[in-house]
């Protein structure tokens, strides 16, 4: 069976709220385009959700945090624990677990 860590294959930056200054570098990261009941489940939360982000949970990844994939910037909407039911927001509560899921689209060139 493949553990969850061993799907954090790619490697991502994490900027802040500017989406210039950098807030964690080089961290393993799962990257997955959503689509199906996945896409319409996290949609049902944010419309415009369209990519889930795993990483190692850590204190500093806020909702008003950037994600630099392969040089495209995807603004965090909303981010979770998947051991818990609903999502973790900015002003939400503070998680222990392992594993932290930003959900986050793609931001048009030029903004």
Known sequence: MT???NKLRYTVDIL???ATTVVLSGVAAGFE???GRELKDAQSIN??????VTVRWDATITASCFV???GALYP???KRDPGKPNPVTAKGEVSRGMLLELYAH???EGL
């Open 3 to 5: 553990s969850l860590f």
């Open 47 to 52: 419309s415009e959700t369209q990519v889930l």
């Open 16 to 18: 802040g709220a500017d």
């Open 76 to 78: 965090i909407l909303y």
């Open 68 to 70: 630099r994939f392969e």
């Open 106 to 108: 793609r931001q048009n």
């Open 33 to 35: 385009e959503l689509g």
